[in-house]
């Protein structure tokens, strides 16, 4: 714990793809042990298989979904 400053809360920076800070958070929760670039393309992945099965983009189908689990 520091004892003379307040660490400065940083500001999440959008995704390389869709520049959106939700998509970052999110793959910033699935990453294990540091391992950023295996959760990022397990993500991308599982947006492109979205996107094959229903036929909607994949992004739009994440947000309906972290909208349809907000209390």
């Known amino acids: 714990m520091a004892r003379r400053r307040v660490a400065k809360k940083r500001e999440v920076l959008g995704d390389p793809v869709y520049g959106d800070t939700l998509v970052t958070k999110f793959i910033n929760s699935l990453m294990y042990e540091g391992k950023k670039s295996v959760a ?3 993500f991308y ?3 492109e298989l979205i996107k094959a099965k229903t036929g909607k983009e ?5 947000r309906q979904a972290v909208e349809n689990v907000k209390p």
């Open 45 to 47: 992945q599982t947006l």
């Open 40 to 42: 990022e393309r397990v």
């Open 58 to 62: 994949g992004i739009e189908v994440f």
